[in-house]
């Protein structure tokens, strides 16, 4: 499917994997064969706590590599199936989530930008989404 080491990272939950992977400067905004960041899939998992803690670590990353505007496009960035992570946010119902995607402050850093999702479009656009879980394992 095209999964990056950041991908199956955040398809099963890796968040110290992750964070390992970004400190040693895997690049955080490769896409997958679907179009996805690692950011889509951090959203995907199951577990709030630990999606939280993979996308904050993923909104650092991309902020030190560009600043607040590739926070922004990262986090609006969609897939092939027209879903961005701001959406993810909104259909799981984590709206702590998605207002720390939407207003991400690193030190003195600020931004704000409008969600393109409306909620009438959830259940229709996200029940297309095909979701597949890698069975991944570090030896």
Known sequence: MGYGPLHLA???GGVDLLKKMLQQGADPTLLNQQGG?????????ENAETSSQ?????????YR????ALVSKMVQMK?????????????LNRPALEQRMRHYRPGSGFFEEAS????????????????????????
Do not use: W
Not at 79 to 91: E, H, R, S
């Open 10 to 12: 955040a398809t099963q």
């Open 37 to 45: 960041s690692p950011l889509h899939m951090a959203m995907d998992f």
């Open 54 to 62: 993979m996308v904050e670590a993923l909104l650092e990353a991309y």
């Open 65 to 68: 590599q560009g600043g607040a």
């Open 79 to 91: 897939d092939n199936m027209g879903i961005t992570p701001l959406f993810v946010a909104k259909v």
């Open 116 to 139: 393109t999702a409306s909620a009438s479009d959830a259940p229709n656009a996200f029940a297309k989404r095909k979701v597949i879980k890698v069975p991944f394992q570090i030896c």
